[in-house]
């Protein structure tokens, strides 16, 4: 069993968001036409400043806080990402999906670990980064409602 800090959990979280990153960079290049590229950038962008806004909460609490042990080992997302299927065409109604589920793993990551927290400072940190990525999916799903108005 390994141990790890919070500050390695938030690690793991940005690292999500770098990879989401690489994801949709990835499929970018399948898209069907300018709606879905259009989706594609925004979320590339909006995954940098989520993965921005990590380092910065990390910066703003406690040493006492980030440097918490836990008792558990953390997978690494290589799995999660390479097994997501891409089709040779990619339409929003894929990437629509395909970041409902990334970010509902994202979500579960930070239910299970505030869990597993031993203290209730951590504990709070991991339910306010949950709070913030779903209210991150509500601006998302008005991003997509506006774009399919388009």
């Given at each position: 069993m390994s141990f790890n800090q919070t500050?390695?959990?938030l690690d793991h979280a940005r690292e999500f968001h770098r990879r989401l990153v690489h994801f949709y960079k990835g499929i970018r290049h399948h898209a069907v036409d300018d709606t879905t590229?259009?989706?594609?950038?925004?979320?590339i962008e909006h995954e940098l400043q989520l993965e921005s806004r990590l380092t910065d909460y990390e910066e703003s609490r406690p040493d006492n806080t980030v440097d918490t042990f836990?008792?558990?080992?953390?997978?690494?997302t290589d799995q999660l990402f390479s097994s997501?299927?891409?089709p040779?065409?990619?339409?929003?109604d894929y990437v629509i999906h395909?970041?409902?589920?990334?970010?509902?793993?994202?979500?579960?990551?930070y239910?299970?670990?505030?869990?597993?927290?031993?203290?209730?400072?951590?504990q709070d940190v991991l339910k306010n980064l949950q709070q913030l990525e779903q209210s991150e999916q509500m601006v998302l799903n008005k991003l997509m409602l506006?774009?399919?108005?388009?």
């Amino acid at each position: 069993m390994s141990f790890n800090q919070t500050r390695d959990l938030l690690d793991h979280a940005r690292e999500f968001h770098r990879r989401l990153v690489h994801f949709y960079k990835g499929i970018r290049h399948h898209a069907v036409d300018d709606t879905t590229c259009k989706l594609i950038e925004d979320l590339i962008e909006h995954e940098l400043q989520l993965e921005s806004r990590l380092t910065d909460y990390e910066e703003s609490r406690p040493d006492n806080t980030v440097d918490t042990f836990f008792k558990y080992m953390l997978a690494t997302t290589d799995q999660l990402f390479s097994s997501y299927p891409i089709p040779d065409q990619v339409d929003t109604d894929y990437v629509i999906h395909a970041t409902r589920y990334f970010d509902e793993k994202l979500c579960r990551f930070y239910e299970g670990m505030a869990g597993k927290s031993m203290t209730v400072e951590v504990q709070d940190v991991l339910k306010n980064l949950q709070q913030l990525e779903q209210s991150e999916q509500m601006v998302l799903n008005k991003l997509m409602l506006n774009l399919q108005d388009v």
